[in-house]
């Protein structure tokens, strides 16, 4: 007889729920939210599964991978459609989503997710963290910027080193803002230390990677911007808003004749 599983996922437990193909509750409790204790709650409870959902969220990629490694038919649903058809339950808890995920796993009524490989979430942490890096940085920067412009100390742009020189030429030892502007450029520079070295992972990823290569050798493609897209998807949309762009010249210029670059 083929089984159906249900998961509802939290951080330190998960709602199990088992049903067969008749709709029937075989099984209903909880486990810890590890891969290890639900693949033995799972061959214990439910042996002929046919299919074990879960939603997408933060726990889910590991759960799949560890699940799919040991053999269990895993797949991971899409939350926000799971979510349109738990919502009409009466009761809200999470042995009542789990019963509600298996019975939507038993009828085949919900969307499947691609979970991302190792290797792809691996190079998406890389850029995140560096995004974050970059992000935090730049926070910096401009935190400094503002200090400085409220006792009217003003320079041009400027960035990494150089900001950091012309800050400290700015700010002589005496101002008042010097104690405090020192701590902020020793964080500064410690970030930007470490936006170098995953820079220079990034680089080397792309240069490994022959789908980031093939895009990188189109003109004026940076070695991040074909990382962060990894795929075609990234130059078609490029492609498709330059020659949104151009047509729209060609039109104006029959209609009006020549247009500025900026329109």
């Known amino acids: 007889m083929k089984q159906y599983v249900g998961l509802n996922v939290s951080q330190r437990e998960t709602a199990v729920c088992v049903v067969d193909q008749g709709g029937k509750i075989l099984f209903e409790g909880k486990v810890a939210s ?6 033995k709650a799972i061959r214990k ?3 002929a599964a046919e299919r074990i959902g879960f939603e997408t969220g933060a726990m889910a990629s590991w759960l799949w991978h560890e699940l799919k490694r040991v053999g269990l038919p895993v797949v991971c649903v899409d ?9 009409v339950r009466m009761n809200k808890s999470d042995p009542n989503d789990a019963r509600g995920l ?7 009524w919900y969307r499947e997710v691609r979970v991302k490989s190792d290797d792809s979430q ?3 942490a890389l850029l995140v963290a560096r995004s974050r890096l970059v992000g935090v940085r730049r926070d910096l920067e401009n935190q400094i910027r503002s200090l400085l412009k409220e006792v009217g100390l003003l320079f041009p742009r400027a960035i990494g080193g150089q900001f950091r020189n012309r800050v400290r030429q700015l700010v002589d030892h005496e101002h008042t803002l010097r104690s405090i502007v020192d701590s902020l450029l020793a964080v500064h520079e410690r970030v930007e230390e470490q936006q170098a070295v ?4 990034v680089r080397k990823a792309a240069k490994t990677d022959e789908t980031t290569r093939r895009l990188m050798s189109s003109a004026r493609k940076l070695p991040l911007r074909s990382s962060g897209s990894s795929s075609s998807c990234w130059a078609a949309s ?3 808003r330059a020659k949104l762009t151009l ?3 060609r039109s104006a210029q029959a209609l009006e004749g020549p247009v500025a670059r900026s329109g």
């Open 34 to 39: 590890t891969p290890g204790a639900l693949a």
């Open 45 to 47: 409870r439910a042996p």
């Open 79 to 87: 939350a926000r459609h799971a979510h349109a058809a738990l919502s």
């Open 102 to 108: 298996a019975e939507l796993i038993r009828v085949g």
């Open 122 to 124: 691996a190079i998406r």
């Open 198 to 201: 995953l820079d220079k992972r």
């Open 238 to 240: 490029i492609c498709s």
């Open 247 to 249: 047509n729209m010249r």
